[in-house]
Every structure is written in C-alpha cells, then in structure tokens.
C-alpha cells in the first residue's frame, strides 16, 4: 500500500534579474593588484565556485586559493590556515566556511547572491515536516541555510550524495531529503532508497530541456553529454556521465570524445577549456517549445559575485556571514558526518 504524505507547501521563488560586471581592462587590472595587496594584508584566502565570472576564478588561482564544487570549497577553507576566507559564490557556501571555521572571519562579495533551492525550504517549516517522520534520516543538499544544516543528520553535496544515501539504505534507513526533488529523485533512483523528497528546484538546471538535447545530441553524435544531476529526469537520462561540477570537469579531461555537450551553468567552461584544451564545450539547450528559462544557463546569484565587490569587503569589512553559536554547533555535526565520510571513501 503506497503512503501518502501531505507535503508542505513550496514558496514561489522569484530569480533576480541577471547582472554581470563589466570592466574595463585598465579598472581590472588595478581592482586586482588592489585586490591582492589587501588580501595579503589580511591574510585572506579566495574560495571561487566554477560557476562565478572567470576574473573571480583567475584571481583565487592566481593567490593560492582554490576554484571548485561545493564540497572542496568547504575542506579547502577549513584546511587553509588564512584568518580570512573571501567565499565567492553563494550564501549557502559562505554559510558553510563560517559553520566549519567559526573562529575565522568569512566575507561574502553579495550577501543577497542567494540560491532557489536555499531559498524553497524555509526553516521552520522544515523543521516542523522533520517532526512529522521522527522514523526518517534528515539528510540535506548543501544549498540549503545553516538552520536547515542544524536540523539535519547528514549534510551531502553533488560530489557525495549518492554514496552517503547508498551507505545509510544499505543500513536499512529510511530518508527525509530536501530540498531538490531532481537530485533527490536521481539518488533515489541510483540507490533505491525509501526517499521522501522535499519539492524544492535549481531555476538554472530546472531550465535545460530534454527534448531539444535529445535532437542536439543527434546533431552532433560524437559528443559526450556532461550533466549536473539539479537537472530533471528527462535530462539526466540522456546524459553519458551524471555529476558535480567537479566530476564534470575531469569527465572532459578522462573521456575520449572531442566534443561535450554540457547541462550546468556556463560559468563551468572557463575551467573545462583550461582542463581539457582543444576540446569543444557546447550548452546544453535551455530554450524550444515551451521554453520558460528565466536565467539560461546561469545562475543570476552566483552573477552578484564581482571584483568591485570583492573589493569593497575587503576595504570595509561588509558582509561578514555570521552565525549564532547554537546553530553552529548543531550545523558542524551534519556537515562534518560528511567530510568525515567522504575522507574515508
Ligand atoms: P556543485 O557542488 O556540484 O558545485 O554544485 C553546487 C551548485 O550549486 C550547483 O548548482
Ligand atoms: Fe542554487 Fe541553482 Fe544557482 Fe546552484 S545554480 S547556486 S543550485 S540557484
């Protein structure tokens, strides 16, 4: 007999409109010399995720800081003995250096660069649905606020979910997951665990389209499809390799085909020229009958990310995340079960 659950409803998010910064190449050239004496000042590390502006990228590889998933975001700050980690990305991700490092001070570029799913599973409404599957495992997706963390048993990203998931089914747990129900349905379906999925999205990976992927892969049949596992269903199943961002990338350098046809933010091709030279990087199509994208392809928070900004924190101190000390101890315990898991494997 099937169970019917009655799911709370989801808010309506509304993505701000996109704004990338433009510069000039002498504006450039002078924010990041002064960019990087203020950092060495401040004994500041940079922690970019691939999907902000390639200045961003070159700047925390240029300054010995790091470009990469949500998951080797959080270990490299934690493990970097900088005072400052400078998180360009978004909230959840600077939320989530200020759990792991509470003695450090963690600066944001934007504090308002959010994210859909964060923003679709408000805390206290999450936290009342927990209580009402007292049976289930609490495991959440990183996008989510240090309050959700602090609810949860198991904190997963991209890179880790469908191991953590495998591990606790093969323990006979049952799962409460939130909050994207794509992911959620994709680990789901990897692992057949019992998953009651929160109806969370990604507006950006919402938006790619499965049956115009399925004629572009027609179009160019030597190409291998890369696709984040945000995306739906339809999408994934077309897909020749399902993973992080991260993973993604190192499909273009380990996989023979010359061509690749990518479903995640576009931001990802300055560091997938870079890993697989030569090769050719093709978007997955967001729009065709029906089309509804709003933030094709990009993701209009991550866009919020700039070196103005990045500037601006640094000679002011703004944005600093901060995190009452009761929700930080219970947030640390669901994201380090994570690190500690992933260490092992
Ligand atoms: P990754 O951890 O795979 O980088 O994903 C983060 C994210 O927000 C993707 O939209
Ligand atoms: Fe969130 Fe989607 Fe933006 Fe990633 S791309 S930060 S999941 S809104």
Known sequence: MQTLFHMPAIPKITAPAMVEEILGDDERTQLIAHIKTMMAQQNAVLVAHYYTSADLQDLADATGGCVSDSLEMA????????????????????????????EKRVLMPDLNANCSLDLACPADEFSAFCDQHPERVVVVYANTSAAVKARADWVVTSGTAVKIIAHLHSLGKKILWAPDKYLGDYVQKTTGADMLLWQGSCVVHEAFKAKELAAMKLAHPDAAVLVHPESPAEVIALADVVGSTTQIIRATQTLPNREFI??????????????APGKTFIEAPTAGVGATCKSCAHCPWMAMNGLRSLAHVLETGANEILIDSLTQQKAILSIQRMLDFAAQK
């Open 262 to 275: 990518v479903a995640t933010d576009n931001g990802i091709f300055h560091k997938m020229h870079a890993a």
């Open 75 to 102: 270990r490299f700050g934690h493990a970097h003995s900088a005072s400052t980690i400078l998180v360009a990305g978004v909230k959840f991700m600077g939320d989530t250096a200020k759990i792991l490092n509470p």
